[in-house]
């Protein structure tokens, strides 16, 4: 685990989920904290500020990722953190979830959107393009 | 008509002249019958009945000629009477004619001067009985079609389904009950009316603008059009008279479907439910393994292994959830064969508690499981696997969300008609919120606590399917961080 890498906040209500994003960030060279609860997650980024955000989408309640996005989105200290989400979203009549396209992203205050399970490569190129050339500096 | 030869009967006293009658009238095709008086005259006319041609004479012995008449007169309203009388006065013609004869015949006559006579009144006795037929008839026809009339009406009024009928001009020309009660705006509304006077079903009145033409061919258009917060099945199809080619109008049958479109989004919820469900741990296990395969998991065998170990239990418990699934699904068919026999409540919570002493000493939890009172109050009629699964269920679930070194402890009492028991924790609990919840389908509280523990969210669904199956109940009580207390009560079985 690289103390110096950049901070990637997990947050997932499944432990296991939470486990394989670990596995793929930190030999990578991220720093990584994991909550199962937003409300956790929040409070410790208030004293450590992470660069990048990953956060599930079903948890709880249907839209809570969705909430703590937008949580983070209106926080001036936050607002400019990228936000990945992943999620094994159902998509049904009135309720598709999934963003067809950049602006279905915009509209919903994250700036990646992964299907569950995230391919480990698709997942990385995507941290290290949000996080611009630092993160590529600081990626294996 | 009268496929039978007409028949006539012949009462005179003079037998030169009933046999002369008979003779020339059956010569001139007559069935002939002859009688010496007025009494055997309407003895035989009583016995035989249904003559055309009554020929009678005035002057008789005991009964006289009027006095026949009178009394045939009485028996048939058709047959044609004529007086043969040697005295033919006015007087007479008209007293007799009066009685019901048709005409009279003067004596002496020649055959010649009968046949005339009696042909015209066979004819006229063919076109009364067939007036008589043809109104006979009508008035049948007319009761047939009052009665056919009022009985499709009555069908139309008490169907369920509501029904209007449109013609070419666009307008309403029929309604039933049903259609003045689903359809706004249509109760009140004077027949014939507009369609456009239903405001509100601008979307229907489309659809039957289009149909209502003169062109609309046999078939049936079926749309689904919702009316405020009812959806309707509309089928119309066009009024289509006997031998014209063209429509007349449209019959638009509405039918309320609107349960059946909740049913549907229900159903169609839940597959999404379960297709998530699936998709979460099959997720995981694909997640870990690509871990391992693509050497993201390093050499470490131990990490290689606690991934492996991680993807078993999320495999396992996908198998647990897709038995569970199917055992919902046998129940809510009817196809769940529930096999009851009278089984000690105690004996089956023994085995459930000592199939879970494994995963309690793993944790160092204290699991016990007392008796109360007197043996053999404890018989329930229940199907021995389903009892097991419902109490190995609390109790595991119990042991799941209970941290390491807590207590978790199993108890069998009586109480009244019931078999009464206990699982109670001093585990994570339950929010207040999610009480009313944990019966759900997939419903799992998510929090720190309960993201390790794997569940199918469906345990505590089957076991309160497989308690209400047996006429018993299942309660909850919990708060957070204090434990929780499910009680199962199930009927006592009396022999």
Known sequence: MSEQGPLIVIVDDDFDSLEIIRNILEPAGYKTLCFTEPMEALQHMAIEKPRLIITDLMMKFIDTGFAFSRQIRFDSRFSNIPIILITAAFSQRRFAVQPQDKRGLEKMGIDAFFDKPVDPDDLLGKVQELLGQSGKEQGK | ?495
């Not at chain 2, 309203?77 to 009685?99: N, R, S």
């Not at chain 2, 004077?190 to 659809?207: Q, Y």
């Not at chain 2, 000493?361 to 204290?366: N, Q």
Request: charged content about 30%; hydrophobic content about 40%.
């Open chain 2, 1 to 495: 008509m009268n496929v039978e030869k007409p028949r006539i009967l012949v009462v005179d006293d003079e037998s030169g002249i009933r046999e002369g009658c008979r003779i020339n009238l059956e010569m001139e095709g007559y069935d002939v019958d002859v009688a010496e008086d007025g009494f055997a005259g309407l003895k035989t006319f009583k016995e035989r009945g249904n003559y055309a041609v009554a020929l009678i004479d005035l002057k008789m012995p005991g009964m006289d000629g009027l006095e026949l008449i009178e009394k045939i007169r009485e028996l048939d309203q058709d047959v044609v009477m004529f007086v043969i009388t040697a005295y033919a006065t006015l007087d007479t013609a008209v007293e007799a004619t009066k009685k019901g004869a048709y005409g009279y015949i003067a004596k002496p006559f020649s055959p010649d001067e009968i046949f005339l006579p009696i042909k015209r009144g066979i004819e006229s006795r063919n076109l009364a009985l067939e007036t008589k037929r043809l109104r006979q008839e009508r008035e049948n026809r007319l009761l047939e079609v009052a009665f056919e009339r009022s009985k499709s009406n009555t069908i139309i009024r008490c169907m369920t389904d509501g029904v209007l009928v449109i013609n070419r001009d666009k307008q309403i020309v029929l309604r039933n009950e049903a259609a003045r009660r689903i359809i706004p705006g249509c109760e009140n509304l004077p027949l014939p009316a507009s369609l456009s006077a239903l405001a509100d079903l601008h979307e229907i009145i489309d659809f039957l603008n289009e149909t209502a033409t003169a062109d609309f061919k046999p078939g049936i258009i079926s749309r689904e059009v919702a009316i405020g917060e009812t959806i309707f099945m509309v089928n119309v199809s066009p009024v289509m008279e006997q031998g014209v080619a063209s429509s007349a109008g449209a019959v638009a049958v509405f039918r309320d479907i609107t349960e059946l479109k909740k049913l549907e989004t229900a159903k169609s919820m839940f597959v999404s439910m379960v297709a998530h469900e699936v998709k979460r741990p099959l997720g995981v296990i694909e997640g870990y393994l690509n871990l391992i395969l693509s050497g993201r998991a390093g050499e470490d065998g131990q990490k290689q292994k606690e991934m492996l170990e991680r993807s078993l239990i999320r495999a396992r418990t996908l198998r647990q959830m897709v038995s569970e699934l199917m055992n919902l699904t046998a129940m809510e068919t009817g196809n769940f064969a529930i096999k009851r026999n009278p089984l000690n409540i105690s004996t089956v919570v023994k085995e459930a508690t000592d199939s879970c002493l494994d995963k309690a000493k793993e944790k160092e939890i204290d699991l016990s499981l007392s008796v109360e009172g007197p043996g053999g109050q404890d018989v329930v009629l229940a199907d021995k696997s389903a009892m097991f699964s419902v109490f190995a269920n609390l109790i595991d679930n119990a042991i799941k969300y209970t941290p390491e070194r807590g207590h978790v402890e199993v108890r069998v009492e009586n109480a009244g008609n019931y078999v009464k028991v206990t699982v109670r924790d001093d585990g994570i609990g339950i929010d207040a919120g999610e009480k009313d919840k944990i019966f759900d389908e997939f419903f799992r509280a998510r929090n720190k606590y309960t993201a390790r523990i794997p569940g199918t969210g469906l345990g505590l669904t089957v076991a309160k399917r497989f308690v209400g199956l047996h006429q018993g109940k299942i309660t909850v009580e919990s708060a957070p961080a204090q434990g929780s207390v499910f009680t199962v009560f199930l009927p006592m079985w009396e022999e």
